[in-house]
């Protein structure tokens, strides 16, 4: 797994706290309160639901810009000629549209861990934190939450299982980098289905203590379990996160195929069920830049909704959820008339299959010296996206390479986002910044509970409403949940 997507690996412990540490925790929240920053405590009560759900598939494409959902839309267009699923689903009145807000507590802009844990448990919170507020308070997420109420739960993603978004429903830490930790918690907490990457963390170890669930590496296992007799399955099909549409083999399982598995198991339940579907890796290539690669990203998530609309189809009994976490480097055709045009044909119709950014990082990290990873640069970027760089480009892109400086703007100042501006010549797409922004995102419900789901919302809100529609009874903290723990500061916002 290349730096690109990684997320800074710090193996961080959780050790019971002094009443020192347990105090500053409380002071950093009474520090907050005093701010102006947004409350930390639970929004007004959503209005009344007046449909119980029994089921709900909550489907996250983390890091959707509008743009991402217009570049896949187009895409469809010209390539299936259809909508995408999402937009078509926006016009249908079984359907409800919203503008969801996604602010953390410590700043406009989130991240995914905040954002997660915001619809968790319906609490803001810092950057980097997962079901623990900045007063130091653990919070019981929406998926142990479910179970205590007799459902099933499942997490189902295209990045780690330990990852921010899927953590944010299922574990308690006071940083997201703590993946061993996640692991850990969401394997003891008895998640029914659990598929996506990460062996880093969920290790054979970890599995070994697991009783009565079904294990599988890759795609042929996923496609051999007997869903009838399985209860409890854990699908883990890579060492970090899945690879990029562009760049997988057809040893790892989709994004629709991975979700098809896991509501063949969980509709079993008597009780009911709650799913998490993540189209993860659409964050990680709006975060390079990679427009072909989101594309595609976005592309598989719009399939995978198609999955869930046949799944729900003639049901009245489950409430589904499709929306994003945040918007990312908000990305857009910005070439005029036909111009723009025949370069996104370019883009989107490629004459040889193409590769992410991503795979050119991980082939000049097969070379030797610095210097040897520079030459080899236009090559690759050349066989990936098939594109020859002109001198100018060449020039830019080496100088980004070698650590100068190629962008006025600090933050954009890495070679994914120079390479990704180049390529909005050839391509038409360009981006903001290769980091989140502080957009509204566009959310659609249908189902039981749907109706209380207003024209805004806050991403606090929803965990009112998804509670109140499923009936849940108060959830019931966990051994350990009543001690206070502090946050740590994240090294990286993703």
């Known amino acids: ?65 509008a743009g991402t959902l217009t570049l896949a839309d187009l895409y469809l267009q010209k390539m299936e000629g259809r909508r995408s699923n999402w937009l078509r689903l926006a016009s249908d009145p079984a359907f409800r549209r919203s503008l969801q807000t996604t602010h953390s507590a410590d700043g406009p802009v989130t991240d995914s861990a905040a954002a997660a844990a915001a619809w968790g448990s319906g609490f803001k919170h810092t950057n980097g ?25 499942g997490l189902v993603t295209t990045t780690r299982i330990t ?4 953590a944010g429903f299922s574990a308690n830490v006071p940083l997201r980098d703590m993946e061993k930790e996640i692991a850990a918690q969401q394997l003891s907490r008895g998640i029914d289905v659990l598929l996506g990457g990460g062996t880093k963390y969920v290790t054979d170890e970890l599995l070994a203590q697991v009783r009565g669930a079904a294990v599988v590496k890759d795609a042929a296992g996923l496609g051999a379990v007997d869903t009838l007799a399985v209860a409890r399955l854990i699908g883990v099909f890579s060492r970090h996160h899945l690879p990029f549409v562009t760049d997988r083999d057809a040893s790892i399982p ?22 998490q579907i993540e189209g993860g890796r659409v964050d990680h290539a709006a975060h390079s830049s990679d427009a072909y690669a989101l594309i595609c990203e976005q592309a598989e998530f719009d399939e995978t909704i198609g999955v869930v609309e046949k799944f729900i189809a003639g049901r009245d009994d489950t409430l589904l959820v499709i929306t994003t976490d945040h918007a990312n480097a908000n990305p857009g055709i910005t070439l005029y008339g036909a111009r723009g045009r025949a370069a996104f044909d370019r883009l989107a119709a490629p004459a040889t299959p193409r590769k992410s950014f991503e795979w050119v990082y991980d082939q000049m990290s097969l070379r030797s010296s ?33 650590g100068k400086r190629a962008v006025p703007f600090a933050a954009a100042n890495v070679w994914t986002f120079v390479l990704g501006s180049i390529l909005a010549d050839h391509f038409g797409v360009g981006f903001v910044s290769p980091n989140h922004t502080s957009d509204a995102v566009e959310l659609l419900a249908t189902g039981p509970g749907s109706e209380a789901i207003g024209p805004v919302v806050d991403n606090t809100d929803l965990h009112g409403i998804v509670v109140a529609a499923l009936g849940l009874a108060p959830a019931r903290n966990l051994p350990g949940m009543e001690e206070l723990v502090p946050l740590v500061k994240p090294k990286t916002e993703d």
């Open 370 to 402: 610095a210097d040897e990873k520079v030459k080899a640069a236009p090559g690759l970027v050349e066989e990936a996206l098939g594109v020859k760089l002109g001198e100018t480009e060449l020039g830019i892109l080496t100088s980004s390479l070698r």
């Open 129 to 153: 934190a997962i079901n623990i507020t900045p007063d130091g308070r653990q919070h019981v997420p929406l998926c142990i939450h479910a179970a205590q109420n007799g459902k099933k739960t």
């Open 254 to 275: 989709s994004l629709p195929v991975m979700t098809e598995r896991a509501l063949q198991i969980l509709s079993r339940s008597a009780d009911g069920f709650v799913l």
């Open 163 to 166: 990852h921010a978004t899927p």
């Open 1 to 65: 797994m290349s730096a690109i997507a990684e997320q800074m690996e710090a193996q961080l412990l959780s050790p019971r706290l002094s009443r020192r540490a347990a105090m500053g925790a409380m002071a950093l929240g009474a520090a907050l309160a005093g701010t102006g920053r947004p409350s930390l405590g639970r929004p007004l009560p959503p209005p009344r639901v007046t449909r119980k759900a029994r089921n709900l598939i909550f489907m996250v494409s983390d890091g959707m810009s």
